[in-house]
């Protein structure tokens, strides 16, 4: 029955991070882009510019309500199936969950108001500042949620009880743990990119339906531009974050890599089966000496191997090692759909590449399967613990019975897939029409 409870505890509060983890990556990225839209229209005077920025506002709007929603759910889901885990922890993530509400929601309730229904009431200058704070309050609700994760995952500044407690010990350490800095950038990265690749999607949509105009047009080629600066950014933040990882958990990294011997000058893994039972791969695509390059940054680098702990220390192989090769190939082709459009903008063809606007509408979804995959990553790699090295998970699940998590996994999937059901339908509609509806479709 534990074992059970716990499968379903997993299974329940994966789904629910997933679920919710998609609208802060939305918010986070749209709130960026509409800034920079209102700043475009202050400093051009360019209609046009204001009029992107309204209707990705609306947009954004939807999406923060959904986060809304989704992230007071999983604040109760912790409560109910980890108490142990919350009684452990909470002298340390409780102030950090708490400053995340009385900093980050704060500001952006504060100004999303303004954001939304004072375009006319204030002036441009200060309708500017209630944009850029909300914008913040995004960052900063990120910053918070990445502060208490890291934590987890490289934990840091602390002290523990007899009874398992732990206590700070400095601030500052359980802040700016090792990984924090690299996780915070690689997350709000990762924002900006989904949030340039659905506006580029929608904008191409628009053009191949013939609407929009110099709207559709103006938003493509805005979105586009930041694209161009913030995808290779990404790439070279993940390349940072590998080499923390490398350092502060390297057998995450080495079921990243499929890597079950330690070794120098070892291949890159392009393919393979890993085989966890036997401690092998099979069908094997590899490399050589590459993976110590890209790993250390050295030929002659080493990599340490999953067979360095013993097989219940590992965490699952098979879904870090395939969930990282689907953030890798989603990110080489946004990259290479980045650089095809700077070859198109520079041919003039930017806008009636038919192939091309075709494709950037089918990378709408593929910033979140990146994000989704990253945190797949992050989150199974930890396994088998809650706090790295410290606290196993199943020692962290409430005692419940099984009967009790099962409802809730199975009444989230409901509520849930409705409430998305619901936002695709409002949110695609306005995509659908462009901006000549847009107004009526976010009242209605």
């Known amino acids: 029955m534990a074992s059970d409870t716990l499968i379903l505890s997993r299974l329940e509060f994966g789904f629910a991070l997933a679920y919710h983890i ?50 007071v759910v999983i604040s109760y889901t912790i409560g109910m199936n980890w108490s142990v885990y919350v009684s452990e922890t909470a002298n340390v993530l409780g102030p950090l969950f708490t400053l995340e509400v009385l900093t980050a929601f704060f ?28 914008a913040l309050g995004t960052v900063l609700s990120a910053f918070w949620i990445l502060a208490a994760n890291s934590w987890m995952q490289t934990p840091a500044g602390f002290t523990r009880d007899a009874n398992g407690q732990f206590f700070v010990a400095h601030w500052f350490d359980v802040i700016f743990n090792p990984s924090f800095p690299y996780r915070l950038v690689h997350m709000l990265l990762a924002s900006y990119v989904t949030g340039c690749f659905v506006v580029i999607g929608v904008s191409a949509l628009q053009l191949l339906r013939g609407r929009g105009g110099e ?67 099979h069908y094997a695509i590899e490399v050589p000496v590459l993976g110590s390059l890209i790993l250390t940054h050295s030929l002659d680098g080493e990599v340490r191997g999953l067979k360095t702990v013993p097989p219940s220390e590992q965490p699952p192989v098979i879904p870090v090692f395939f969930a990282f090769r689907i953030m890798v ?68 699940v409430s005692p419940l019975a099984p009967s009790a998590v099962g409802s809730l996994l199975v009444t989230l999937l409901i509520l849930y897939n409705l409430l998305l059901l619901g936002f695709l339908l409002i949110a695609g509609r306005m995509a659908w029409t462009g901006p000549a509806v847009a107004s009526w479709a976010a009242a209605e």
């Open 215 to 281: 709207f559709a047009r103006t938003a493509l080629s805005a979105s586009l531009w930041l694209a161009t600066i913030v995808v290779p950014l990404q790439i070279a933040a993940g390349d940072a974050q590998g080499l923390n990882t490398r350092a502060h958990q390297p057998i995450k990294l080495a079921a990243i890599e499929g890597r079950w011997e330690t070794g120098r000058r070892v291949p890159l893994t392009l393919f393979a089966l890993p085989d966890q039972e036997h401690q092998t791969n």
């Open 329 to 396: 190939g989603v990110g080489l082709s946004l990259f290479g759909l980045v650089a095809l459009g700077g070859w198109l903008r520079w041919r003039k063809r930017l806008f009636d590449t038919r192939l091309f606007l075709m494709a950037c509408v089918a990378t709408i979804p593929l910033g979140f399967v990146a994000t989704l995959a990253g945190w797949t990553v992050t989150e199974v790699g930890r396994q088998p613990y809650v706090v790295y090295g410290l606290l196993r998970t199943a020692d962290a």
């Open 22 to 71: 998609l609208w802060p990556t939305l918010s986070i990225g749209l709130a960026g882009f509409v800034l920079v839209m209102n700043a475009s229209w202050m400093r051009t005077g360019r209609r046009v510019y204001r009029d992107i920025a309204d209707f990705w506002t609306r947009i954004f709007a939807l999406g923060f309500g959904m986060g809304v929603v989704t992230g």
């Open 107 to 134: 500001l952006e309730a504060g100004f999303i108001g303004v954001m939304l229904f004072g375009r006319e009431r204030v002036g441009d200058k200060f309708y500017l500042f209630a944009c850029s704070m909300v």
